[in-house]
């Protein structure tokens, strides 16, 4: 148990589906993570939160979109994926956003777009 | 372009050490982090290099190398429960770390 929980762990939806993923950190961290992993392939960091502001969008398509309503709160809102976007979608957190900070990972949501 | 290079599988019998190595471009640097993950569950972190020489901890030691864009992961004593993906990642920026693909170490009896 790292502190970090995400609901729902698995989640299959068509490309025509709307969807959202939730995570919570109970750790009092300031910055959150959004990040994608893919079977043998490196993690992708999507989306970085410092306070609820976003900090960082490596250039993800906007069927994606994030929403921070809090510190403790994360959310990745789903609509219109391709299937290529099925993946292991992970949270994490950390005290701050600075490099060396430990991020503390969620379990994921394993998301199958059909 | 920025890049980090680890192999993809490695085996190793338990109770033996193992070395992972990791190669990395970066655009700056920011330190060098080993996290662990084990099949279905989350990375949890495992150390964070930021000056040349061996970090100690337990039966893991990761070793960092600046001038050679290099480090490793060295475990020691070898348990079964050490199966698992190791990964490396660099920092170099203040938000975003730069990761490999990971190395799956498999443990024999």
């Known amino acids: 148990e790292t502190g970090v929980t995400q609901t729902p762990r698995h989640l299959v939806m068509g490309m025509t589906n709307k969807k959202s993923l939730k995570c919570e950190q109970h750790l009092g961290h300031n910055a959150m993570y959004w990040y994608k992993q893919s079977a043998k392939k490196p993690l992708e960091l999507m989306f970085v939160?410092?306070?609820?502001?976003?900090?960082e969008n490596n250039s993800v398509p906007s069927r994606f979109s994030p929403e921070c309503p809090n510190s403790s709160h994360l959310f990745l809102h789903l609509h219109t994926l391709q299937p290529e976007d099925s993946a292991l979608y992970l949270c994490?957190?950390?005290?701050?956003?600075?490099?060396?900070?430990?991020?503390?990972f969620g379990p994921g949501t394993r998301l199958t777009v059909l | 372009g920025q890049n980090i290079d680890q192999p993809t599988e490695m085996t190793a019998t338990e109770g033996a050490i193992v070395q992972i190595n990791c190669t990395y471009q970066t655009s700056g640097f920011n330190g060098l982090f080993w996290y662990q993950q084990h099949a279905g569950e989350a990375p949890t972190f495992l150390s964070y290099?930021?000056l040349d020489g061996l970090e100690e901890k337990g039966r893991f030691s990761s070793f960092l190398s600046r001038s050679k864009g290099y480090s490793y992961l060295l475990l020691k004593e070898l348990q079964m429960k050490d199966s698992a993906s190791y990964l490396c990642a660099g920092g170099d920026s203040n938000y975003q770390l730069i990761w490999g693909a990971g190395t799956k170490l498999i443990i024999k009896p």
């Open positions: 290099n930021v």
């Open positions: 994490a957190s950390s005290q701050e956003v600075q490099i060396y900070n430990e991020q503390f």
């Open positions: 939160y410092s306070l609820e502001e976003r900090v």
